[in-house]
């Protein structure tokens, strides 16, 4: 069975940094496309980036593109989200989503993940 457990979340300041990280385990880690999504109160979940298996491709929701990197080791079965520069507007809970190998297709919708974390909140005060 697949887990994946997210860790990193907080209060933070806005201008402020925070770095998530998400490990996996249960399978090959390195064969998964991997994403990050985020939940605000009363919307719906959204994709913030993702990585296709090797790293080698990645892919961002414009609202983050500069200020959020997403990176993996696969040494380390984990998937990190370095998110700078945070604004009131990033507050929400952050997911994390392990999928099939697209290749190097970074997938953004979350039917294509078929793994889920339960969740880390990130709150950004003005």
């Known amino acids: 069975q697949v887990q994946l457990v997210e860790s990193g979340g907080g209060l933070v300041q806005a201008g402020g940094s925070l770095r998530l990280s998400c490990a996996v385990s249960?399978?090959?880690?390195?064969?998964?496309?991997m994403g990050w999504f985020r939940q605000a109160p009363g919307k719906e979940r959204e994709f913030v980036a993702g990585i296709n298996w090797s790293g080698g491709s990645t892919y961002y929701v414009d609202s983050v593109k500069g200020r959020f990197t997403i990176s993996r080791d696969n040494a380390k079965n984990t998937v990190y989200l370095q998110m700078n520069s945070l604004k009131p507007e990033d507050t929400a809970v952050y997911y994390c989503?392990?999928?099939?190998?697209?290749?190097?297709?970074?997938?953004?919708?979350?039917?294509?993940?078929?793994?889920w974390g339960q969740g880390t909140q990130v709150t950004v005060s003005s």
């Open positions: 249960g399978r090959t880690f390195s064969y998964y496309a």
């Open positions: 989503a392990g999928g099939r190998n697209y290749g190097t297709q970074v997938v953004r919708t979350p039917q294509a993940y078929d793994y």
